[in-house]
């Protein structure tokens, strides 16, 4: 098993920046790539980025692209989302994810889910 353990979520007003942080514990190994998505009160999860342990290849939503970035620490087994420009629409709890193989899109492909971190972006 792996478990994923989120932080760096809070209240920011828009135009700010936040980094959210997500930790890798047990059989990382098992793990190729992880990422974040998040969802918003009465909306559908939605996919925000990910990232691969095996080359780092990264993929980005367009709603954040050039303003969110992902990154990797292979040592520490942890993966960060670097939040700029964040906008009221950002406002999600957003939740780290792994899974073995390819990245995905896709949230029912991924095997491991984070207990999610808020973000609440103020206008």
């Known amino acids: 098993q792996v478990q994923l353990v989120e932080s760096g979520g809070g209240l920011v007003q828009a135009g700010g920046s936040l980094r959210l942080s997500c930790a890798a514990s047990?059989?990382?190994?098992?793990?190729?790539?992880m990422g974040w998505f998040r969802q918003a009160p009465g909306k559908e999860r939605e996919f925000v980025a990910v990232?691969?342990?095996?080359?780092?290849?990264?993929y980005y939503a367009d709603s954040v692209k050039g303003r969110f970035t992902i990154s990797r620490d292979n040592a520490k087994n942890t993966v960060y989302l670097q939040m700029n420009s964040l906008k009221p629409e950002d406002t999600a709890v957003y939740y780290c994810t792994g899974k073995s193989g390819s990245p995905s899109d896709k949230g029912s492909l991924y095997d491991y889910w984070g207990q999610g971190t808020q973000v609440t972006v103020s206008s």
């Open positions: 047990g059989r990382t190994f098992s793990i190729n790539a």
């Open positions: 990232s691969t342990w095996s080359d780092g290849s990264t």
